[in-house]
């Protein structure tokens, strides 16, 4: 039962919230006062009373109530209570530029009451958690929480390696200056350090030691700490020891710290003869009994193998090769299917043939012979063998002479891979005649396969998964882009071998429609087709989902708002992220968001558990997500694609999109089938839509995301802000190699705009001759575009040629529209342009808007002009008028692809073109 004055208490702060949320705040200050004029003087009281003057719409009582808050916050003794605090940091959330009051709030309380451990709990967790300051604040304020924790609760020795942690955490943070570093690791080792000496041998005298290592994760903070200061050795001495070693008590078999012994050894770089004596020991396990084989077979794992191979190859010792190769065939005695123990055979061969007598191309032969059955053997031939072709040559030639005679395809799939590789990828421009006949080879057998009756009787199967022989059809693909090659142009494909290789795509697709490299294939294709619609669709089949928007979405989000920033027609059943750029870059930004979220959580539930080397492994997997290269592409793009064709509102990601740190790059195109020769790029970039986005791609968005900003607030007449000014962009650059030309030109472009725009908003950075310098620069680029753009039936291309360029000059023509508008307004009394550069401007831009539209509608009319359906059609079967396919490559072809499906694809493929195009159309200025 609640005490009676409790209960009076309770009821009277109830009458206050009530007048709160019905937002009678003069009715709840007067409750307030009230109590206090009856000797209810509390700190709770001013604190709440404060917090309602804050509430206040009016600059009077919000002053007021900043005042107390702040008099309160800064008040001698501290303050105490739990309810006064939570009230003062709501207060202080409000209230910008006060970010040190907030964060001190709670550590000045908890000095105030040491031996609170509610007060202390509440300030380590606030410090831990919250990242509302850099990191390496964040990191030594938490360190001092729990310093202050271990020190006045001594009994839970949980809080003394949450300290030692937290002092690592500082030591290792890249924010922190070489000074911390220093110092903070100097602490972490010599704490650690004190925790691992004070482990007894006898495991009943550990109780005695309430401070030293108990638990295997204990053990790897220890290792952990020891290994970021390169002390190696050290940590394999304790490996080693019989209280901390891996047969030791604490360790209990534990295979992770195996694990942790091997990448000493490998880091440490100079205990070789004793990393060799480590992997002997293991490898020498009895396997006479099912235990001991099944402990041989845990230990086939890569690390352990290319340990033995870095031993073999760095050591100097006599006979070592030798040693090595006997302890391989031990294992391949029992395991001779083994992936790893094959490889490194090989290596191990290699490294050192004059010592083990061995031919190189002998030991590849041997692999070939238990793994050719596999699809991952051409990968590693390919690396086996490295740029020797006659070696090559002679590996595709036993695979030919010792297949096993048609039992699987799966021989011939790798054959033809190192066909592909040698004879396509490696010859500057490989011939017509041996790309098609290649083709045609690679579509019969996969024809074939498809109407086996061991094929057939498994159809169901098939539709859901993918099967080995769809990598004839990725292989057919990939020669027809290569076929066209390009002696003009290695980098670029022609768009007749995009749509050619489409067509094998999606004759693939319909039997395997869930094939990854193929989706990713055929959403390139698309891409840059400008086939956007026909990309969106084939994303959403993806099913892209959480850690895949940082790895995998960047191969279709890349470019999306200069390629389709509109939304595609909407296909019934699906979601608005499947047919809407907008929603599907947001869908995007919001995984980020959520990932925030959740590694916090996980985090403070990996300390309270003890297990420190995983939370610094959320820790670091939330830092590389927050300062992720794509999640800042796709702030940018979703905010350019709002501005062309209008949209929901992008405030929310204007801090993202204006990050200028330095950024984190996980970005995977290892999921695309890659068989080009070692040392060629790899096939994926053959397909790219523009060179990989990096830093200075960064740095253009932001200007032109800047110079709208700007240009808003010119409009409202708002006071420029520092973060806007022209000093604080940064200077796109023409000569980096991530951006293309367009993007180049319209970068420069836009930074001329940007002095303008900030010259117009006030900024003393650029001077009326700069500002009218930069009018003239695009003047000039308005003229060339103007030439560039006039209509000319004999330079009209395919979509692919303009898609990604068109959109980058309307947002340009856009920025310098609105910038002659608010010029010609004169918006401002003291900044002023020369009137005649503005009037010839404001001619200039729309008249190259629209030469824009008028190419639009030119190429929308020769789109939707009589037999080009036909025309797609035949290209695909049959090459072009130019260059027709030989006679077996169209037999093939002919016989193979679905005539009604083909013509579907192509119509599909004609109805994106001018879905495109009308989205063209449908940007304003």
């Known amino acids: 039962m609640v005490p009676a004055n409790d209960q009076v208490f309770s009821r009277r702060n109830h009458q206050i919230q009530d007048a709160i949320d019905g937002q009678n705040l003069k009715q709840a200050l007067q409750l307030i006062e009230k109590r206090m004029k009856k000797g209810e003087d509390t700190r709770f009281l001013k604190a709440w009373k404060a917090q309602i003057l804050l509430r206040h719409a009016d600059e009077t009582h919000r002053q007021r109530g900043t005042t107390e808050t702040l008099e309160l916050c800064n008040a001698e003794p501290a303050i105490t209570e739990i309810e006064t605090l939570e009230i003062l940091f709501e207060s202080l959330q409000r209230l910008e530029g006060y970010r040190d009051v907030r964060n001190s709030l709670r550590e000045r309380a908890a000095k105030a009451s040491p031996r609170d451990l509610n007060l202390q709990t509440k300030w380590f967790n606030f410090a831990y958690e919250n990242s509302d300051w850099k990191s390496a604040q964040k990191w030594w304020i938490s360190r001092q929480a729990a310093m202050s924790l271990q020190k006045n609760f001594p009994k839970n020795r949980a809080y003394y390696f949450w300290a030692i942690f937290l002092t690592h955490m500082v030591a290792v943070d890249d924010e922190s200056s070489e000074a911390e570093k220093k110092l903070f690791g100097t602490l972490s080792y010599r704490m650690i350090s004190k925790a691992g000496a004070d482990v007894p041998v006898e495991p009943t005298d550990l109780l005695s030691q309430p401070r030293a290592i108990q638990k295997p994760e204990e053990l790897r903070l220890l290792i952990e700490i020891l290994t970021s200061q390169g002390r190696h050795e050290e940590a394999l001495q304790i490996l080693d020891s019989e209280n901390l070693g891996i047969h030791s008590r604490i360790v209990r078999g534990d295979s992770t710290f195996i694990g942790l012994k091997m990448a000493s050894f490998a880091s440490a770089g100079n205990m070789w003869d004793e990393a060799f004596t480590f ?13 001991g084989r099944k402990q041989l077979l845990e230990l086939d794992d890569w690390n352990l193998w290319n340990l033995l191979y870095e031993a073999t190859s760095n050591s100097t010792r006599p006979g070592i090769v030798k040693e090595a190769l006997k302890l391989v065939d031990q294992f391949l005695e029992f ?29 590849c032969r041997h692999f070939i012979d238990n793994h050719i059955h596999k699809l991952y053997a051409f990968q590693d031939v390919r690396k086996l063998v490295g740029q020797d072709r006659e070696g090559m040559e002679k590996m595709l030639k036993y ?18 891979k190192l066909e592909y590789c040698l004879c396509i990828s490696a010859p500057e421009n490989a011939s017509k005649k041996t790309i098609e006949e290649f083709v045609a080879r690679c579509m019969k057998l996969y024809d074939s396969s498809r109407q086996t009756k061991t094929e057939s009787t498994d159809n169901n199967s098939a539709t859901i998964e993918s099967q080995p022989r769809d990598d004839l059809c990725l292989l057919a693909a990939m020669a027809i882009l290569q076929s066209e090659s390009t002696e003009q142009n290695q980098a670029r494909v022609p768009e007749t071998a995009l749509i050619r290789a489409s067509g094998i795509l999606e004759h693939l697709i319909q039997s395997s429609p869930h094939n990854y490299p193929a989706q990713l294939f055929l959403l390139r294709i698309y891409s840059l087709l400008g086939a956007g619609s026909m990309a969106l669709s084939m994303f959403s089949k993806m099913s892209i989902k959480h850690m895949q928007y940082e790895s995998v979405a960047h191969n279709f989000f890349t470019r999306l708002a200069s390629i389709h920033p509109h939304s595609a027609p909407p296909i019934e059943g699906a979601e608005y992220k499947d047919f809407d750029p907008q929603s599907a870059l947001v869908a995007g930004l919001k995984f980020y968001r959520g990932a925030e979220i959740s590694t916090s959580r996980y985090r403070t539930s990996g300390l309270n558990q003890g297990a420190y080397v995983h939370t610094k492994e959320l820790v670091e997997l939330g830092r590389r997500l927050s300062k992720s290269i794509c999640r800042r592409m796709y702030a940018l793009d979703v905010r350019r694609a709002q501005r062309l064709v209008g949209g929901d509102s992008t405030v929310m990601w204007d801090k993202i999109a204006r990050d200028t740190s330095p950024a984190a790059d996980q970005r995977d195109s290892s999921v695309y089938m890659n068989c080009e020769f070692p040392g060629k790029p790899d096939f994926e970039e053959r397909l790219r839509v523009g060179p990989k986005p990096m830093t200075n791609w960064l740095a253009a968005a932001q200007v032109t995301d800047q110079l709208f900003s700007v240009l808003k607030g010119v409009a409202v007449q708002r006071p420029l802000t520092p973060e806007m000014d022209l000093t604080a962009a940064s200077t796109p650059s023409d000569t980096a190699a991530d951006q293309t030309p367009i993007e180049k030109e319209i970068a420069l472009i836009n930074w001329e705009l940007l002095k303008v725009a900030t010259f117009m908003a006030g900024s003393k950075a650029t001077s009326s001759e700069e500002a009218d310098n930069a009018l003239g620069k695009l003047e000039d680029w308005l003229n060339l575009k103007k030439s560039d753009l006039t209509l000319d039936e004999k330079k009209l291309v395919l979509l692919g040629d303009i898609c990604i360029s068109v959109f980058t000059i309307l947002e340009s023509l856009k920025a310098a529209s609105q910038l002659t508008s608010l010029a010609s307004r004169k918006v401002s009394k003291t900044v002023k342009l020369p009137k005649e550069r503005v009037e010839r401007l404001s001619a200039l831009v729309p008249e190259v808007f629209e030469l824009i539209r008028a190419n639009t509608r030119s190429l929308k009319s020769h789109i939707l002009a009589p037999g080009l359906l036909g025309l797609l059609v035949d290209s695909i079967l049959y090459g072009n008028e130019s260059g027709k396919y030989d006679q077996e490559l169209q037999d093939t072809l002919d016989k193979g692809l679905d005539m009604s499906s083909l013509e579907i694809s192509c119509h599909t493929l004609m109805e994106s073109w001018s879905s495109a195009l009308e989205g063209v159309m449908a940007v304003k200025l």
């Open 279 to 291: 992997v002997q020991s293991l490898l020498t396990v009895p396997s006479e009994d099912e235990r």
């Open 335 to 363: 395991a001779p299917k083994s992936r790893n123990a094959c490889l490194v055979r090989v290596d191990i061969v290699n490294c050192g043939l004059e010592k083990s007598g061995e031919d190189g191309l002998a030991v």
């Open 399 to 416: 695979i030919r002479d010792n297949k096993e005679g048609g039992k699987t395809l799966v021989p011939e799939i790798n054959a033809l």
